[in-house]
């Protein structure tokens, strides 16, 4: 963001976890020995394992990661006993620091009711796999999660443990929140074939089993991770696999053990990546996890002619480990499809730069899982990508790349998801400046090559110390700090500010906006009017409004801009038009989309680059600028507002009662403040202002004294 200030990829408060807006990163090549950190996936079930199995698990190399924490969180809910004993923690789990043990006193497989939700964060892992766990548990639970992860699918996790016996409710019955009766389950119908390759289902439900005392044979379509098993295994089941066969058997009860998390490949795929295509790279990574479902990637690498050798194999905690060293490699285009997928399905973001660099084409095929990820996985790649220069294009269920593109810096988007952040940085090792070729990137480019990747935060879900370990590699990067930003300065002794105005229709907050741009010489950015243009386009060229898909295409097709109070749709002035009711009562449709919300926060974001701009809407405060100078949010009474309102319509000659208005304003009150995506709510550190008895000039007054008394020279 223009309004951020740079500071070194190392905070001191908090060493090597992101706290941080956004990333920029130069051309580079990569030289050095590293550790990544532990296996994700290995660490959330050792936590899960060691809950619910007998006696004392110790942990070593635990990744102390966004969404591992959030299942410590949950299991401690639950009763559960966890705590550090590395002294670089200080005794604590959120601290960011590396090489950390942890230490489970298992309960055995019945644990406490939690008071409240289990707020899963992001994390897919932590609420499919805890499903399972809380299937087997005689009490209701509900468990939830951030606004990404509530849209992501869980009927396949819901159906079959309603086929076991658990009572389970989800909103529309296939999003989180999740609210789960369990207890007294029966064991599914044997051999039971899962719907789809995905080791989440698979573990949720041999997870589930544990409390059916009886026998289970489950046959995937294709063979996913098999994480669960062989730990399952090494903490004492029962268990046999075969193939695309596991048996788990009844007298499977769980013990307490020491187990070591290898390095987690997934994690190490962006350096193995980023070394591969950076000129005269050699990096050597120790102790990565080889577990043959998770080699996939390394076999595509080398498939497409990369030079990636592993060397001291062993065997750490029931899983294979190793020592990876990678050297520059030309790479060749090759097709990725079929049984390969679900083995690389976290690596594809990264696979997919690697292939803008391959010689020839690279084919993509049976990825549709990753448009249901943190975000769609195959849009934001090509979306981003192509903004650098690469020949990418977007197929139904994956991508066709031609290569090899020489990147060019550019502005990028994260779209909050941690593999396309990565992803990203590792591209932006390889950019060139926009005019050190002929072709130049479609997207806004960088004159030094410098790429930013924007929204990086992201990055704490798997892996906070990867900017440490890029810039360790020698990698030129910069992070910016997300912190109250420092003040930008038009002339001598002015100061460039970002004023976010929030609050109910009626409130007041449109005409103080304006006046406060008008008194400032600021640009006023009226945000919701970005969202009542495109409804009024949508009306007109009759888009079903309840068709997500249909809405983000017109998303992407549309222009809108502003001069001054006026709004252009397409060039056209729209300004009057979008006010009528027939807007104002259907544009709740478009601004619950996630795809067009992404949308317009990136043009939102982008208007407020420079600074010395009032904006005003429902979440300035909190989503769009939520590092703005001053935050306002105004309310007034629900009579007060509908008599504003009925009074605007009138005065533009819109035929309305009172009555009706009044009912409109309820609704849209209870509409806004509880939608799941970007609810109406005041920022913890906005000004509330009471619109109810005041003037809109003393408003204003009031809203130019405290944004002086903080900011007066």
Request: aromatic share 4%; glycine share 8%.
């Amino acid at each position: 963001m223009g309004y951020a200030f740079e500071e070194t990829y190392q905070s001191k408060e908090r060493k090597g976890l992101f706290k941080i807006m956004n990333i920029a990163v130069k051309k580079s090549f990569l030289k050095g020995t590293i550790n990544v950190p532990g296996d994700k996936s290995i660490s959330h079930r050792a936590v899960m394992l060691g809950a619910i199995a007998k006696g004392i698990t110790r942990v070593k190399n635990f990744l102390n990661s966004e969404d591992t924490r959030r299942t410590i969180k949950a299991f401690r809910q639950m009763g559960v006993k966890i705590s550090v004993i590395e002294s670089e923690c200080s005794g604590r789990v959120d601290s960011a620091c590396s090489d950390r043990e942890i230490i489970i006193e298992g309960k055995g497989p019945y644990l406490k009711k939690p008071k409240g939700k289990i707020d899963a964060g992001n994390s897919g892992t932590t609420i499919r796999l805890l499903a399972g766990i809380l299937a087997g548990q005689p009490w209701t639970s509900c468990i939830t999660g951030d606004k990404s992860l509530c849209f992501r699918p869980m009927r396949r996790i819901i159906l079959p443990l309603r086929k076991m016996g658990a009572r389970i409710k989800a909103r529309q019955d296939n999003y989180a929140p999740i609210y789960v009766r369990g207890g007294n389950l029966k064991p599914l119908s044997s051999p039971h074939k899962l719907e789809i390759a995905s080791a989440q289902l698979k573990s949720c439900v041999l997870l589930a089993h544990l409390y059916t005392g009886k026998k289970i044979e489950l046959i995937e379509p294709e063979k996913s991770r098999d994480h669960t098993e062989r730990m399952l295994k090494y903490f004492g089941a029962n268990i046999k696999v075969k193939g695309r066969h596991i048996i788990l058997n009844p007298d499977s009860s769980l013990s307490g053990r020491v187990i070591s998390i290898p390095g987690d490949i997934s994690s190490a795929a962006f350096f193995i990546i980023g070394a591969i295509i950076t000129k005269n790279s050699e990096v050597f990574i120790k102790k990565v996890g080889i577990n043959p479902t998770r080699m996939e990637i390394l076999s595509v690498l080398q498939k497409m002619g990369a030079n990636v050798k592993l060397d001291n194999k062993s065997m750490e905690g029931g899983e294979p480990v190793a020592d990876i060293s990678i050297i520059s490699s030309g790479l060749k285009g090759i097709s990725i499809r079929g049984k390969s997928i679900p083995l690389i399905i976290d690596e594809i973001p990264i696979l997919t730069v690697a292939a803008t660099q391959a010689r020839g084409k690279t084919v993509i095929r049976d990825a549709i899982e990753l448009r249901i990820k943190e975000t769609d996985r195959i849009k934001s790649m090509v979306t981003e990508l192509k903004k650098m220069g690469a020949d990418i294009r977007e197929l139904r269920d994956g991508m066709v790349i031609n290569g090899p593109t020489q990147l060019k810096g550019a502005d990028l988007n994260s779209y909050a998801d941690h593999r396309t952040a990565m992803a990203l940085v590792i591209a932006g090792l390889i950019a060139e400046s926009r005019h050190s070729a002929k072709s130049r990137p479609s997207g806004r480019g960088s004159a030094n090559g410098k790429t930013t990747i924007h929204d990086v935060e992201c990055i704490n879900t798997s892996s906070p110390e990867f900017a440490k370990i890029l810039k360790k590699l020698g990698a030129d990067i910069s992070i910016a700090k997300d912190d109250p930003p420092t003040l930008k300065l038009r002339r001598a002794g002015e100061r460039r500010l970002i004023i976010a105005i929030d609050g109910p229709a009626g409130s007041g907050k449109s005409t103080v906006a304006k006046e406060i741009a008008k008194k400032s010489g600021y640009v006023y950015l009226d945000t919701g009017a970005m969202y009542r243009a495109l409804t009024l386009k949508a009306m007109r060229k009759k888009v079903n409004l309840r068709s997500p898909k249909a809405l983000v295409n017109l998303a992407e097709k549309t222009k809108i801009s502003f001069k001054g109070e006026k709004v252009f749709l397409d060039n056209r002035d729209v300004s009057a038009e979008i006010r009528a009711p027939s807007v104002s009562n259907n544009t709740h449709f478009i601004a619950t989309v996630p795809g067009v919300r992404e949308r317009m926060k990136i043009l939102q974001r982008k208007m407020g680059d420079r600074g010395g701009i009032v904006a005003e809407g429902r979440d300035m405060g909190t989503i769009i600028f939520p590092n703005a100078h001053r935050k306002f949010y105004l309310d007034a009474k629900i009579m007060v507002r509908a008599k504003r309102r009925y009074k605007e319509l009138k005065e533009k000659e819109y035929s309305a009662t009172f009555k009706k208005v009044l009912q409109d304003t309820i609704r849209r009150d209870k509409r806004d403040s509880e939608r799941d995506i970007a609810p109406l709510r005041k920022a913890k550190d906005a000004v509330l202002i009471d619109t109810t008895n005041m003037t809109i000039k003393e408003v204003v007054q009031r809203c130019q004294v405290l944004t002086n008394d903080k900011y007066q020279d």
